[in-house]
């Protein structure tokens, strides 16, 4: 019986050491670089300054046309360890659509992540591409939250 509570023991030891490594090596891995002047290098291009918190380059990279303002990036929600996973990139014409789950964590002392899918619409002006409507993380343009 002693033999077996062991072997049970050193299982779970065993099976918590494999998890944390494994989420130790997920959480380093460095980002991929993608094709410049691609509809998902402009994505992550902005989802890095949101993440950045560099609301005026955020900004930047919004279609004309738009309502939302660095002002509504200082005040949208942004988790404190945040990551992308590209899903699929849709090119037509001079539009296009990019796919993403975004995992972000709560930064607790008990930490908790959760995931969202978000759709990036672009639209290609000149050489480069541009986010249009209103992309993550805000919701409503012109919107005071206090």
């Given at each position: 019986m002693r033999s077996t509570a062991r072997l049970v023991l050193a299982?779970?030891?065993?099976?918590?050491?494999?998890?944390?490594?494994?989420t130790v090596l997920a959480g380093s891995r460095?980002?991929?670089?993608?094709?410049?002047g691609s509809p998902e290098a402009a994505v992550q291009a902005y989802l890095d300054a949101v993440v950045d918190r560099d609301s005026?380059?955020?900004?930047?990279?919004l279609a004309a046309g738009t309502s939302c303002t660095a002002e509504d990036f200082d005040n949208a929600?942004?988790?404190?360890?945040?990551?992308?996973?590209l899903r699929e990139v849709r090119v037509l014409g001079e539009t296009a659509r990019v796919d993403v789950v975004i995992t972000t964590g709560s930064g607790e002392i008990?930490?908790?992540?959760?995931?969202?899918?978000?759709t990036f619409r672009l639209r290609r002006t000149g050489?480069?591409?541009l986010l249009s409507g209103t992309p993550w993380p805000i919701?409503?343009?012109?919107?005071?939250?206090?």
């Open positions: 299982a779970v030891v065993g099976a918590i050491v494999l998890a944390a490594l494994v460095d980002p991929v670089e993608l094709e410049p005026d380059a955020a900004v930047d990279m929600y942004v988790g404190e360890d945040v990551h992308v996973s008990i930490p908790t992540k959760w995931s969202e899918q978000q050489d480069e591409w919701f409503e343009c012109g919107v005071m939250i206090k």
